[in-house]
Nanobody
Framework: QVQLTESGGGSVQAGGSLRLSCAAS????????MGWFRQAPGKEREATAF????????YYSDSVKGRFTISQDNAKNTVHLQMNSLIPEDTASYYC?????????????????WGQGTQVTVSS
């Protein structure tokens, strides 16, 4: 069982930056793909950014491309999400997710392992 522990998040004004981190309890093939979904009140869970551990391939949704950067520290089994140029529409709970493949990275149903979520609030 892979356990995911998130840190970071908080409140920031529009145009500001935040950094999220997600630490996995161990490395197994089950976390070859790690990244972040977000969910705003009344909206569906939306994929933002994912990274493949072995190839370092990254995937971004159109809504965050160019503003968010995902990276990994394999020695620490940790993935980071650097969020720049934040806008109020980025306000949501952000959830770290992991599984063995990024083949369907945009689909929350394809991920078995989840963090507890961390809140990001961007004020205008």
């Amino acid at each position: 069982q892979v356990q995911l522990t998130e840190s970071g998040g908080g409140s920031v004004q529009a145009g500001g930056s935040l950094r999220l981190s997600c630490a996995a309890s161990e490395y197994t093939y089950r976390r070859n793909c790690m990244g972040w979904f977000r969910q705003a009140p009344g909206k569906e869970r939306e994929a933002t950014a994912f990274i493949e551990r072995l190839s370092n391939t990254t995937y971004y949704s159109d809504s965050v491309k160019g503003r968010f950067t995902i990276s990994q520290d394999n020695a620490k089994n940790t993935v980071h999400l650097q969020m720049n140029s934040l806008i109020p529409e980025d306000t949501a709970s952000y959830y770290c997710a992991a599984d063995s493949s990024c083949r369907l990275w945009w689909d929350p149903n394809d991920f078995r392992y989840w963090g507890q979520g961390t809140q990001v609030t961007v004020s205008s």
